[in-house]
């Protein structure tokens, strides 16, 4: 049986953490996103993130939600590897799986002091009312030019397609 990975808790086990961490007089910082194939855009978004606070949780999004969210033909990785790859790296303290469209639930069962999301959703940042009703703040990250998930899903497959393309005439002649 494969371990769930490192740092990967319940969102009542975060919760606690988040109590902990607070006591100790520590800002806990939330993101979230389907992080379907990490790239150099996702990893600087993390860092940034973490930059922003003490300890940083990342709101993996189940399969369920990145279906309903990006369509039947996602993700290409499933949740538990996603949230393997997150919580190994160095940037993120802790990892929860959250199931709905958005986080505005998770976020009101953490409470984090700050809520970071990309530049790219200013115009909404959902749990953003209850993470500053409660005296946090909410942080745009700039994004990386040229870096998404959808981007690398289409190169990967106009490469793949081309070199088979390629493989084919090669094998006729």
């Not at 494969?2 to 100790?24: F, Q, W, Y």
């Not at 978004?45 to 279906?67: C, E, F, I, M, P």
């Not at 940042?125 to 994004?143: F, H, K, P």
């Amino acid at each position: 049986m494969m371990s769930k990975g490192p740092n990967i808790l319940s969102i009542t086990a975060m919760h606690v953490e988040r109590d902990r961490l607070v006591a100790e007089g520590k800002d806990l910082v939330f993101t979230n996103g389907c992080f379907d194939i990490l790239h150099r855009g996702h990893v600087a978004y993390l860092n940034y993130a973490r930059s922003q606070g003490d300890a940083l949780v990342v709101a993996v999004n189940t399969d369920a939600s990145v279906k309903a969210n990006k369509g039947d033909s996602r993700p290409i990785h499933g949740e538990d590897d996603r949230a393997y790859v997150l919580g190994s790296l160095r940037a993120v303290d802790y990892v929860v799986y959250f199931e709905d469209r958005e986080p505005r639930d998770i976020v009101e069962k953490i409470l984090p002091q700050v809520l970071v999301k990309g530049n790219d959703w200013a115009h909404y940042v959902s749990g953003r009312e209850i993470v500053e009703a409660n005296g946090g703040r909410v942080v745009l990250a700039d994004m990386v030019e040229g870096r998404s998930t959808t981007g690398t899903i289409e190169k990967i497959i106009s490469v793949y397609t081309e070199k088979r393309g390629t493989d084919e005439v090669g094998t006729n002649a």
